[in-house]
């Protein structure tokens, strides 16, 4: 069984960071191995949360896995609580990343054209640091703009999207997607290879979904690394998300802070065998 290391917060409540990671990618027949970069009470979109951060824990985490000798097939990360942390996952990607361990970052700071509190520029440069370790980025169009450096625009085309995915590419991974993009009465994303361009879109669901972009990096690795090629794990990871916001829009009784990413599970585990 292959296993992933994924490296975010612990939000008690809000469907989000670890507690969509570690469902998920078990879920999907691999290893889940969470490492919290923070314990919250709830996740910062909430009106109030407590954080309690677990900086100082990283390197310690870190000395007993190795002495452990556990390797890792890939190594994630999401939700960063602070600059610092940032330079301690570099160390720990620089210390478990074997010759076939593939880096993912899901640069998380923000969406809807507006950052999560706490981050400013600063932090985005130090994001297109780590960024370049990466084998694979998933930025959502708001977290694409930060990383560039430009004006945030709600629907950028298809010619602007192509030369945001080579700007993007040109921070050192080798595969970008963009995510969270508008097309009429759809919802999807955009991806290059090195090579090639391709967009998936799916029905999107007028309901505010927030962890869509969290569901949507664990579907997108756990499938590349069950053999799926990038374009296919593109598709089943737009497809979990759109189906998990589907059924988030016909329940009445939803909370305001997550999606009902686990009534679409089985529909998951299906599609990887499809
Ligand atoms: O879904 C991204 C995310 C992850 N972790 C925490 C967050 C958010 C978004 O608000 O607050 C703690």
Redesign the pocket.
């Known amino acids: 069984m292959k296993r992933i290391a994924t490296i ?2 612990f ?1 008690c409540v ?1 469907k ?2 670890l507690t969509v990671a570690l469902p998920i990618i078990s879920a999907m027949g691999i290893e889940c191995c969470g490492i919290p970069t ?1 314990v ?1 009470s709830n ?3 909430f009106p109030s949360f407590y954080s309690h951060d677990l900086t100082e824990d990283i390197p310690r985490i870190c000395e007993q896995l190795s002495t452990h000798k556990i390797t890792f097939d890939a190594i994630s990360t ?2 960063i609580a602070s600059i610092s942390q940032m330079s301690l996952i570099g160390e720990f990607i620089r210390e478990f990343r074997g010759e076939n361990t593939l880096v993912f970052i899901d640069p ?1 700071m923000g ?1 809807y054209g507006r950052l ?1 509190s706490q981050i400013t520029e600063q932090y985005a440069e130090k994001m297109r640091g780590l960024c370049a370790h990466a084998d694979i980025i998933a930025p959502n169009l708001t977290e694409a703009y930060m990383l560039l450096g430009r004006p945030y625009r709600d629907n950028p085309d298809s010619g602007e999207l192509h030369d945001m995915l080579k700007g993007l590419s040109e921070l050192g991974a080798k595969n970008v997607v963009i995510t969270g993009i508008l097309r009429g009465g759809k919802i999807g994303c955009a991806a290059f290879d090195g090579k090639d361009f391709c967009e998936v879109y799916r029905k999107r669901q007028d309901v505010f979904c ?2 869509t ?2 569901i949507f990096s664990s579907v997108l690795l756990s499938a590349i690394l069950r053999d799926k090629c990038f374009e296919r794990a593109l598709e089943i990871a737009v497809e979990f998300t759109a189906e998990a916001a589907r059924l988030t829009a016909a329940d009445p009784d939803r909370p305001f802070y997550g999606v009902n990413f686990e009534q679409a599970i089985p529909y998951l585990i299906r599609l990887l065998e499809s």
Request: aromatic share 10%; net charge negative.
């Open positions: 975010q917060d939000s809000g989000c960071s923070a919250l996740h910062t979109g999401g939700y998380v969406d999560y927030s962890g972009g969290d």
